[in-house]
């Protein structure tokens, strides 16, 4: 019989069973509620279809070329398409390029390559973003820790802001990550000043490492770890004290002991006296909404050797899944483009909202608390502001970005001794910024000298300084500067050039750098990194021509290796094949091209990012407008 409750249905030809049958059980995994007709097909075939597919919020479609022959599969999907659920295809045959019935059902959509395990498990994480909570069950409440009194902050490194990892304890007692040492003091630093304190101390041997460990504070961390697996029914806990084993539901813990125990176990630590003034730390249960369980009853918190801690209330009014903010920060940023930050605030906020502002207000407010905290010095705040002007422009907040490289270039400035590297850095992190601005535009209809003026000053500042530094790492942030500062030199020939930088001469540099960075780039292996750097070279030729379309292409296909389908890179080369195509006034095929975009920018910046409104604007000129009418009528 099917299911009425709400899932996701998988159709598909029995070819492709079996992978089929592992990915239902990887989505089950996750929590989501999955239909298969090799589990719940029965009775009228057809009435069972079609109750599932009405039932289903989503159906992923295995492509391939008995998919598209079979009468069932084909009902199946013409039946959802009707029904306008969203389809999902899993392209399974890999030389197979839908047609008939199928090739106008799939249109223009994003598929993913299911073509074996191996692709299977590649593109499964890409899947789950895109299917987020559609038809995915309610988490069980699971068995909640009691927090200590100390506090989260307590068990934080004042330098990264996270949860201490190997914490060393410097003579002035003040505690930090040994990464985090190790970063103020590499090996060979002969004196450390204590971020907090400020008292400098001799390294031992050089080597910063050789601090003594604070084991308290390790234990107390791996302590809340576990908790927090308890509480997320990460791992299994038996009882350590009784004879039941899993049999027995943990309730707490014994710091004296080390032992997790049962509520047997509890009662005996609270009856005799030798273990009435052992420290047990209780495990409550959250039973809001929930079923009572059998033969388990909570401790009392009146218990006179039980220590009850009450859970914090949460601060902020988002449903964060931790309060540690500068946490979920740095466990989710990324120098180059913060997906899965991203992806957290979208669903903090909805898709539909303007989560960027919501972002960066929030994040304006924790740096100036940061700043006046004093919890960290001058060199750890750069940092992080850094940090959060690279996503203030990853989101398109070009404003916000560049008001905070300022004030850090400042802080360089005046007191830091302007570091060369962390100046290299925020000259590039400028000059990319007003790379997106300037991408933002079309320099064949709204030309702005002064932008792309800014653009080379801090490209070419960043470039001066990197060439006097050394080193691979140094190699690769030399080649990503040359990069932009080739794009931003093409450009100014769009520009037509001035007195002071002719179009002949900056078309001349601009070949010369790009040239420079792809030899850095394939030397490194660094394939996502050449594919920017061929897409720039693609716009240096002649525009519509068959070079720079073999270019685009080539880029494409290094962009599929690096990062997948769906990346920001991957809309920007699907924006330059729009733009190919519509220099040669082929408007169908540039049509195509742009709604790839479209969909891909949509994926990953959401509705309110620059790029993605700049798409959705083209696609309102009137000549796409007809061209969409004319795709939605074959259909």
């Not at 190997?166 to 505690?175: E, W």
């Amino acid at each position: 019989m099917a299911d009425d409750s709400k899932h996701i249905m998988i159709s598909y030809q029995w070819d492709s069973q079996k992978t089929m049958l592992k990915l239902r059980d990887k989505l089950r995994k996750r929590g989501y509620n999955v239909w298969m007709d090799v589990d719940k097909m029965g009775g009228d075939i057809l009435s069972c279809m079609a109750k599932a597919v009405e039932n289903a919020e989503v159906l992923l479609i295995c492509v391939s070329e008995k998919y598209q022959m079979s009468e069932s599969c084909k009902a199946e999907a013409q039946y959802a398409f009707k029904k306008g659920k969203l389809i999902v295809p899993l392209m399974f045959q890999s030389d197979f390029e839908p047609s008939d019935w199928l090739g106008p059902l799939m249109g223009l959509k994003l598929y993913y390559n299911v073509h074996d395990e191996e692709k299977l498990e590649k593109v499964f994480p890409d899947l789950v973003r895109e299917l987020g909570d559609k038809a995915r069950k309610a988490k069980e409440e699971k068995w909640t820790p009691v927090k200590r009194s100390a506090g989260s902050k307590a068990l934080q490194c004042s330098i990264c802001i996270s949860r201490f990892k190997n914490p060393k304890t410097l003579p002035c007692l003040h505690s930090f990550c040994k990464d985090c040492l190790l970063r103020l003091a590499p090996k060979g630093t002969k004196e450390l000043s204590c971020p907090l304190c400020r008292k400098s101390f001799p390294v031992p041997d050089g080597d910063a490492t050789q601090f003594p460990t604070n084991f308290h504070l390790k234990e107390l961390v791996e302590e809340e770890a576990t908790q927090q697996q308890v509480a997320g029914g990460g791992a299994e806990f038996s009882c350590t004290c009784c004879d039941m084993g899993k049999q027995s539901r943990v309730m707490a813990k014994c710091q004296d002991c080390k032992l997790y125990i049962c509520g047997t176990g509890l009662e005996a630590h609270q009856k005799f006296p030798g273990l009435k003034e052992h420290d047990i730390l209780i495990f409550e249960m959250n039973t809001e909404d929930t079923d009572e369980e059998e033969d388990v009853q909570p401790a009392k918190a009146s218990a006179p050797a039980a220590k009850t801690i009450e859970k914090e209330k949460p601060e902020l009014e988002l449903k964060a899944q931790t309060q540690n903010w500068w946490e979920i920060f740095s466990a989710l940023y990324d120098d180059e483009h913060s997906i899965n930050l991203f992806k957290y605030w979208m669903q903090q906020q909805g898709t539909e909202s303007n989560w960027q502002e919501a972002m960066v207000n929030h994040y304006l407010a924790c740096l100036v608390d940061l700043e006046d905290s004093g919890l960290i010095g001058e060199e750890l705040l750069a940092e992080r502001q850094q940090q959060v002007a690279r996503v203030f422009k990853q989101a398109g907040q070009y404003d916000k970005a560049l008001e905070l490289v300022e004030k850090t270039l400042e802080l360089e400035k005046k007191e830091l001794g302007e570091r060369q590297e962390n100046m290299a850095d925020l000259y590039y992190l400028a000059a990319d910024i007003y790379r997106e601005i300037v991408n933002s535009l079309d320099l064949r209809t709204h030309r702005d000298p002064g932008l792309l003026q800014k653009q080379i000053k801090y490209a070419r500042s960043s470039l001066k300084l990197r060439k006097t530094m050394k080193g691979d790492d140094n190699k690769f942030e030399l080649g990503r500067v040359q990069r932009i500062l080739s794009g931003a030199l093409k450009d100014w020939v769009t520009c037509g050039g001035d007195g002071m930088l002719s179009a002949t001469d900056a078309k001349k540099e601009a070949s010369r750098h790009v040239n420079q960075c792809v030899d850095i780039f394939t030397k490194l292996n660094a394939k996502g990194n050449i594919a920017k750097a061929i897409k720039t070279k693609a716009n240096l030729e002649e525009k519509g021509s068959e070079a720079q379309e073999k270019l685009h292409r080539q880029a494409l296909n290094l962009c599929k290796e690096a990062y997948g389908d769906c990346s920001v890179l991957s809309g920007r080369l699907h924006w330059n094949m729009y733009v190919l195509y519509e220099d040669r006034e082929e408007y169908h095929e540039a049509y195509k091209w742009l709604v790839k975009s479209r969909d891909i920018y949509q994926k990953v910046y959401g509705q309110h990012h620059p790029q993605t409104k700049q798409v959705y604007d083209k696609l309102q000129r009137d000549i796409y407008m007809d061209i969409s009418k004319e795709v939605e009528a074959a259909k």
